[in-house]
């Protein structure tokens, strides 16, 4: 008997007793009711109190199951958000770089896997003064917007591109190019396999051609002359790192097209990917060492035939002729240097063109069987003197160049004086933001015999 009707049956006797009047038949049967009252009262409480801990139960499992939601919807989170890279985490700087990419173009080597998503624009206006001709025009351009789309299929496995749009629309003479699409395929530290549209590794810029990169609104005439910046072909090849701050990179590619050549450089005759000839095949190979932190030093070299089996009427003869192979070999060696708030850079380039004077006469054009540049460039931030812990930047700067396009001709051919010219460029870059640049320059063009006015440039770019 349980505690309860032990309890029960005591006051029901003690009642009885009390109640000496009562007939035995008469207690017993009202003891009994109210007995029987009693346990369906106990019964009601019983299964209300076990409705309670089940109500409780639901309670306690759909708080679970609301944490485990939000645990999941957490994670799912912090998976897009490091998928994307979302540029507002952290802001790209120069180191983020990788296989000489520019930051916001390294960004996919940086997710755990899928996509990842960036790009870079810049814009500028142009104002000449000094020299100026009765053709000269102040201008303005947002001259490029480009967008890089990767994604990270496994650790081994890695598509990356860059898709830029040029001068704003395609109905006022800009275009929309593919700057380069390729995959990885990592394989060790030392030798990974890369094939695709590649950026050419020759010079600085060329791979590293972001605007929060380089000083000055334009990019330096040496490397859009000689090295024909932006210069990407289709191809394949190698790259990895051969022991600590020692790299390279090395490519089989589509060779530059001799009928493209001119006696103002080399940027006519890429081909860009698009259908191109591939008659001919040329080698391009770089190596930079980085003996310490902000020391990087270069050099690169590009070889090949670039007839392509091209066929032109002779300006000469009249006559269908074949381009001859035209081997045009280019080299550079470059070096950048980084310390606090100063930054030094330097390039030199040269450029061989073979059979330069019979595709002159073929082309009816004045070409040079060899032409060179150099420049040197010092920049310096002075903004932690006057804000310290500052997270901007602003950089005086002052490059000189100089370009000689018509340095030594074929026998008999002379050369075109006005293709030598020296480029004083002071400026300033200011950075509000490490992803946002706001530039300043004043470029001095010096011809050994022409005119050429000189510019004042006001330019913005960003990364993200």
């Known amino acids: 008997m349980t505690p309860w009707k032990i309890l029960l049956v005591g006051a029901l006797v003690f009642h009885y007793a009390g109640n000496s009047h009562a007939s035995d038949d008469t207690r017993i049967q009202q003891l009994e009711e109210r007995l029987a009252t009693m346990q369906e009262a106990m019964a009601a409480m019983q299964t209300e109190l076990q409705s309670l801990r ?135 530290k030392w030798a990974n396999f890369r094939a695709g549209m590649l950026l050419a590794p020759l010079g600085i810029v060329n791979e590293l051609h972001e605007p929060i990169a380089f000083n000055g609104v334009e990019r330096p005439e040496v490397e859009r002359r000689i090295i024909p910046s932006t210069w990407r072909e289709n191809g394949i090849g190698l790259f990895g790192q051969l022991a600590d701050g020692l790299e390279y990179r090395m490519y089989a590619i589509s060779s530059l097209k001799a009928s493209g050549f001119k006696d103002n450089g080399l940027r006519s005759s890429r081909q860009k990917g698009g259908e191109t000839l591939a008659e001919d095949i040329a080698f391009v190979g770089r190596l930079d060492y980085s003996p310490l932190d902000g020391i990087q030093l270069g050099v690169s070299i590009y070889t090949g035939n670039s007839g392509q089996g091209e066929v032109f009427t002779s300006q000469l003869t009249g006559e269908e002729v074949k381009l001859p192979e035209s081997n045009l070999t280019i080299w550079e060696v470059h070096g950048i240097y980084r310390y606090r708030g100063l930054e030094a850079r330097g390039l030199f380039a040269m450029s061989h063109l073979g059979d330069a004077r019979e595709l002159s006469g073929i082309l009816g054009r004045n070409l040079a069987n060899t032409m060179y540049g150099w420049y040197a460039e010092v920049a310096y931030d002075v903004l932690p003197l006057l804000r310290p812990g500052s997270s901007q930047s602003l950089s005086p700067f002052v490059r000189f160049s100089y370009v000689d396009l018509q340095h030594k001709m074929p026998a008999g051919m002379s050369a075109n004086l006005s293709r030598e010219t020296r480029i004083w460029t002071p400026g300033i870059s200011y950075n509000p933001h490490p992803n946002v640049v706001l530039k300043v320059d004043y470029r001095n063009f010096d011809t050994v015999k022409a005119r050429r006015a000189n510019e004042v440039n006001f330019g913005l770019g960003f990364v993200f």
């Open 54 to 188: 089940q109500e409780q139960q639901a309670r306690v499992e759909e708080q679970q199951e609301r944490t485990r939601r939000q645990s999941v919807l957490a994670e799912e989170i912090d998976k897009l958000r490091t998928s994307l890279t979302v540029p507002e985490i952290r802001p790209l700087s120069l180191d983020d770089g990788v296989y000489g990419l520019g930051p916001a173009a390294s960004k996919v080597y940086g997710v755990e896997q899928g996509l990842s998503i960036g790009g870079y624009g810049e814009a500028y206006y142009r104002k000449d003064v000094g020299d100026k001709s009765l053709s000269d025009r102040d201008t303005s351009d947002f001259l490029r917007f480009s967008l890089y789309v990767g994604y990270k299929f496994t650790d081994r496995i890695i598509f990356n591109s860059e898709l830029e749009f040029e001068h704003a629309s395609t109905s006022t003479g800009g275009s929309v190019s593919v700057e380069f699409a390729y995959l990885d395929f990592m394989m060790w």
